[in-house]
């Protein structure tokens, strides 16, 4: 049987309506009762599984080979999608959610997901919630860096007092009116800023605190349940 196309239906655009799920709650009741679904079909078969360990003992182990590989899978599900895909400037701008009870919760904020999908849903839902954490912790994590790294923050700091010097320098003899001998002093600068960077280490220590906080984002996204939005900025107003 083929419906006709009906001309009063409307085309909801997928960042809108994805909107419109966020600011109803309805993602907070797809990932809980997507939980629930999951725990009562474990129950389920745990119990099955049970009743018939009496007459074999080679379906109980294969259950929990199979329930054991599908964990394994959905970990590494984690870390083959892109979590930024949802991601926009305007997550940035946003007040920063609290720490305690908004980002960190409580020991029942915490699951493990249930299927790829639910992870997927989870990790872009949090990153788009938490960006503004998620930034913060990439901060101190790369402070921590170059603090057990004392020569990569020498290094970063006479980088960014060769810049300074150039601009004090620039503005005094007025290389403004040289543009050619500015282009000339810039590439300089640049080439010698590559050179104190990479003798100093100071791209081992962004690459450790880019893995590091990559690491956390990832995992905390994916084992975060999903909270109601317009509790945690009741929260945050407090």
């Given at each position: 049987?083929?419906?006709?196309?009906?001309?009063?239906?409307?085309?909801?655009?997928?960042?809108?309506?994805?909107?419109?799920?966020?600011?109803?709650?309805?993602?907070?009741?797809?990932?809980?009762?997507?939980?629930?679904?999951?725990?009562?079909?474990?129950?389920?078969?745990?119990?099955?599984?049970?009743?018939?360990?009496?007459?074999?003992?080679?379906?109980?182990?294969?259950?929990?080979?199979?329930?054991?590989?599908?964990?394994?899978?959905?970990?590494?599900?984690?870390?083959?999608?892109?979590?930024?895909?949802?991601?926009?400037?305007?997550?940035?701008?946003?007040?920063?959610?609290?720490?305690?009870?908004g980002f960190v919760g409580s020991s029942?904020?915490?699951?493990?997901?249930?299927?790829?999908?639910?992870?997927?849903?989870?990790v872009c839902e949090n990153v788009k919630?938490?960006?503004?954490?998620?930034?913060?912790?990439?901060?101190?994590?790369?402070?921590?860096?170059?603090?057990?790294?004392?020569?990569?923050?020498?290094?970063?700091?006479?980088?960014?007092?060769?810049?300074?010097?150039?601009?004090?320098?620039?503005?005094?003899?007025?290389?403004?009116?040289?543009?050619?001998?500015?282009?000339?002093?810039?590439?300089?600068?640049?080439?010698?800023?590559?050179?104190?960077?990479?003798?100093?280490?100071?791209?081992?220590?962004?690459?450790?605190?880019?893995?590091?906080?990559?690491?956390?984002?990832?995992?905390?996204?994916?084992?975060?349940?999903?909270?109601?939005?317009?509790?945690?900025?009741?929260?945050?107003?407090?």
């Open positions: 049987m083929v419906f006709s196309a009906n001309p009063l239906s409307l085309s909801v655009p997928e960042p809108a309506f994805e909107s419109w799920l966020r600011d109803s709650g309805y993602l907070e009741v797809l990932d809980q009762k997507t939980s629930e679904l999951h725990r009562l079909s474990s129950g389920a078969t745990s119990t099955s599984t049970s009743t018939a360990a009496s007459s074999s003992t080679t379906t109980t182990a294969t259950g929990i080979v199979v329930s054991l590989f599908s964990r394994i899978l959905t970990f590494l599900s984690i870390f083959t999608f892109n979590p930024f895909s949802k991601l926009s400037a305007d997550d940035f701008s946003g007040q920063t959610p609290p720490w305690t009870t029942d904020s915490y699951s493990f997901p249930s299927s790829p999908s639910q992870a997927r849903l989870r919630r938490y960006a503004r954490n998620y930034a913060s912790l990439f901060i101190v994590f790369f402070a921590c860096s170059l603090y057990q790294m004392p020569i990569a923050l020498v290094g970063l700091i006479s980088s960014l007092a060769l810049w300074d010097v150039f601009k004090f320098c620039s503005e005094k003899w007025g290389l403004d009116q040289y543009p050619i001998i500015r282009q000339c002093l810039i590439r300089v600068a640049q080439c010698v800023t590559a050179v104190i960077l990479i003798c100093s280490n100071v791209q081992m220590a962004l690459f450790c605190a880019l893995g590091v906080s990559y690491a956390g984002m990832v995992l905390h996204a994916a084992f975060r349940k999903l909270s109601p939005t317009k509790q945690q900025l009741r929260e945050s107003r407090r």
